[in-house]
Structure formats: C-alpha cells, structure tokens
C-alpha cells in the first residue's frame, strides 16, 4: 500500500484540528504503518520495562532488527509503527497521543522508499539525477517517494537521506505526481558507502575479462572507433579513483556508455563493456560484488531512461 490517504496537510508540523490520532488512523487505514513524533518531531523514548538491564522486551531497544518486543507502548521508534487501529486507540497509547505534535510512518513498512531532500541544492540534483515521481513539499526541501523498499543510509548525498528499512518519514501530506517504481539510481546512492575500499587494498582478486568486439555487437550502429574511445576514456576514469569512490565512478561510466546506445537495434555488447569496467573498478580496489552491482545498475538505469 502507498500514502495515498487524503488526510488534511498539516499545518507547522500539525494536523490541522490537532488530532494526531485522526490522520494516523486514516494513514493506517491505508496500510501505511505510523507511529507519533514528540516535541523535536522525534519519536518517544522506550518504556522503562524495554529499556532494562538486560532488556526484557526481547533484546531491540536500539532498533537493529525488528524483534519479539511485546511491550504494548510506542517503544522502538520506526519498529513501533503500526496499522492495528487497537494499537492506535489502546489506552497505553492515549497519553502519548495528547502529547503528539506530529504523526510519522514506516516507509519501508509500507512498501515505500524517501529520498530526503534537505535544501535547494539537494532537490535540483534530483530533479536532473532521478526518475520524476511524487513529491512532498518539507520544510526546507522535498521528499520524493518511489514505490520499493531498499536498506535505509543517511547522508549518501549532500543533502540527501534515504528513508526506508529501519527508518521513519514525518508524515506531511499525500503530495503531488504519480509514485514511480524505485529505480536502479537510487539503489545506486548506496553503492559508494559499500565500495569505498581501504586505502591502497585491493579487496578481491581480478575477474576474468570479456572484451569487446563486434561479434558480440551485431546490432550496434556506431564504429568500432567511437565504442573503443569511449570505453578507454570511461575506464581511465574508473582507474583514477584509486582512493576512493570508483564503485560510483564504475555506476556513471555504465550508466553514460549504456545511454550511447538507446537508440541502436542491438545487441550492442553492453554485457562485455560492463565486464570491462567491473575489471577496472576491482583492480582499484572495490570488491568485486559490488563492482558487479554497481555496473548492473548503471547499465539498468540508462535503459530505463530510455524507455
């Protein structure tokens, strides 16, 4: 399900009639799993009983897995959400409503990724980095919101959060534009956290190479000359970040090649070009794994924004 709920907007963080509980119980209704953010608009502390030595709740007091708490309060933060409107009307949870100045919900919970948008900067990367999809105004940027759940990373752009697994979004409206489905760009932001190797360490060893060639390219309309100039120069960039971030310089260098070809008949090789840059990248030290992914998912996007 997706937040597609009417609920009024609310206005400085607030519903407008100031019933909280009413607009988490329409969220909930949409199988979208909410929580209530306190002053600060962030959620409540745990229980005394969750928050024992040891914890009696079932061991997840700082929200690392979702667990076996039984504990029936708001505890635990993205993994206290809920769409069981008895939860949400029990009377354990009544006080902490009174006290509610915001509602939140579990975006990966319902199915859903965030991309947060802290400032003007941070949204007009999006806007010529990412696939248009619904957006909802924040107070000093926008949340952009694609159907698809991903593991949650904060910062992984100036400016830009992923909210999803393990995360909770501040509930401001349904928001504008049709909800894309989430795309390989965004799984992509990921990949330089995951691909930044220790200086100097090569993290595996050098998978087999697959060159390029037109026995493998029968459908590509350009020149051997252009398809080798291009590669060499990808490759040369790839090969420079010998430090640090060639797993997302192997991610653009896919992405741009692949673009070349949109409007080829194909097959264009595409396959052995990306095994050539997944050579580059490990050989620089990013591990193979996630060379692998971060070349499939360049190669992805730029068929997608072809499509």
């Known amino acids: 399900m997706t937040p ?60 690392k897995a979702a667990g076996p708490c039984q504990c029936p309060a708001p505890c635990h933060a993205w993994a206290a959400a809920t769409t069981d409107p008895h939860v949400l009307t029990s009377p354990v949870w009544a006080p902490v409503w009174r006290e ?21 900067a941070a949204v007009a990367w999006a806007r010529e980095s990412l696939p248009a999809t619904r957006v909802v105004q924040t107070t000093r940027g926008e949340h952009w919101l694609y159907r698809g759940a991903m593991p949650s990373a904060n910062a992984v752009r100036p400016g830009v959060d992923v909210k999803s697994l393990m995360q909770y979004a ?45 026995q493998v390219a029968t459908g590509c309309r350009h020149t051997e000359r252009y398809i080798r100039t291009g590669l060499e120069r990808g490759l040369a960039l790839v090969r420079a970040r010998t430090q640090s971030g060639a797993g997302s310089q192997a991610f653009g260098v896919a992405r741009f090649l692949a673009a070349q070809h949109a409007a080829c008949p194909g097959p264009c090789g595409l ?24 070349v499939a998912n360049g190669l992805e996007t730029a068929v997608e924004r072809a499509a």
Not at 279 to 288: C, I, K, R, T
Request: hydrophobic share 40%; glycine share 12%; with cysteine.
């Open 100 to 120: 509610a100045v915001a509602v939140a919900y579990h975006p990966g919970g319902a199915g859903l990724t965030v991309i947060d948008l802290d400032n003007a």
């Open 271 to 294: 396959a052995a070009i990306g095994e050539e840059i997944v050579s580059a990248a490990v050989l620089v030290g990013v591990p193979e794994t996630y060379a692998r992914r971060a």
């Open 170 to 214: 501040r509930w401001l409206g349904p928001g504008t534009g049709r909800m894309a489905v989430l795309p390989a760009a965004v799984r992509a932001l990921l990949v330089k956290e995951e691909t930044t190797p220790a200086p100097g360490e090569v993290a595996s060893s050098l998978p087999a190479r697959a060159t390029w060639s037109r």
């Open 4 to 63: 597609d709920c009417k609920a009024r907007r609310p206005v400085d963080g607030n519903h407008p009639d100031g019933n909280h509980l009413h607009t988490a119980l329409q969220l909930a209704a949409a199988g979208v799993p909410v929580l209530p953010l306190r002053q600060g608009k962030i959620p409540f502390g745990n229980c005394r009983y969750c928050t024992g030595r040891p914890p009696r709740c079932g061991g997840r007091p700082n929200m």
